[in-house]
């Protein structure tokens, strides 16, 4: 439909992605050797300068790869969901993606039996399809990104610098996909769409008695009851550090507007402080 090209068209300007003519700006063509939505290969590139560029590559195949947590048996929820507590990572859904494949290579790594393998994720009711498609894509991510000649970042999965970077790559893509819990029961307004959805109920944030007011997430899904999977938490003022200012300007009004614009203005003297002192 002609709203969807010209929408799409406006995400890659937003990213961009695009010159003043329309045509791939010099970043886009380095984002479109990656194959991937828009929104994960400018997160990648932007590892590169945050440094988080191996969590970041595990976020992009775990997302890509079919999704790796098994309905449970009727009876059986609540010992999945205890055993998927120890992937839980507090900053988010992207976070714990990166301790369950952690886990499951740790998983492969001590045993040289497939069959081993797969009991491990039947234990945990996780798929081993799914993760071993997640192995494969993260490894064709590498090569492409050795092929273009990117920097892969040391591992330091778990520093508090870490967490921060990968946020910061995270929402240099996505700050497009940000919604904010508007009555604090889980019913998430995006800033974008003004659609209304709740948490999908794999999201590591359904086993919590608390939710973030904030969140950046990979999708929304209109066939599970408007929900919004593989979510994290952020901050206000993250948001309007990282946003493009002729997006945020695009915004339509709202209480969620109008709260960033005035993170914003109350961290504006301080920006202005800061030129004039470069």
């Known amino acids: 439909a002609p709203e969807s090209l010209m929408q799409a ?4 300007d937003y990213l961009a992605a695009l010159d003043n003519d329309g045509n791939l ?42 999704n790796c947590f098994l309905h ?12 998927w507590r120890n992937f839980s990572h507090p900053a988010g859904d992207h976070f714990t993606l ?4 952690n886990a499951f290579k740790e998983a492969r790594a001590n045993s040289a039996s497939q ?22 894509i993260r490894a064709e991510l590498v090569e492409t990104m050795k092929r273009i ?39 998430y307004l995006m800033l974008t769409h003004r659609q209304v959805a709740q948490l999908h109920p794999f999201s590591s944030y359904c086993n919590t008695r608390k939710i973030p007011e904030w969140v950046l997430f990979h999708e929304f899904s209109l066939s599970e009851d408007n929900s919004i999977r593989v979510v994290s938490e952020i901050s206000p003022d993250l948001f309007v550090e990282l946003v493009p200012q002729y997006y945020f300007s695009n915004l339509p009004p709202s209480e969620s507007k109008d709260i960033l614009q005035e993170v914003i203005n109350h961290l504006s003297p301080v920006s ?3 030129e004039e002192e470069k």
Not at 9 to 12: A, I, N, P, Q, V
């Open 272 to 274: 202005t402080m800061k």
């Open 98 to 101: 990166i301790n369950v494949f």
């Open 115 to 136: 069959c081993n393998n797969e009991k491990w994720c039947r234990d945990y009711f996780l798929s081993c399809s799914a993760l071993r498609m997640a192995e494969i």
């Open 149 to 187: 000649e990117l920097p892969i970042s040391e591992p330091d999965f778990g520093s508090k610098e870490n967490t921060l970077s990968i946020k910061k790559s995270l929402l240099s893509g996505y700050f497009m996909h940000i919604a904010r819990d508007v009555d604090g029961s889980g019913n």
């Open 9 to 12: 068209l406006e995400d890659l």
């Open 25 to 66: 700006s010099e970043f886009g063509i380095i984002m479109s050797e990656f194959p991937l939505d828009p929104q994960l290969s400018k997160s990648i590139l932007a590892s590169c300068e945050f440094e988080c560029v191996d969590e970041m590559l595990t976020i992009a195949a775990m997302v890509t790869a079919p």
């Open 72 to 83: 449970a048996p009727p009876g059986t929820e609540e010992i999945a969901l205890t055993c």
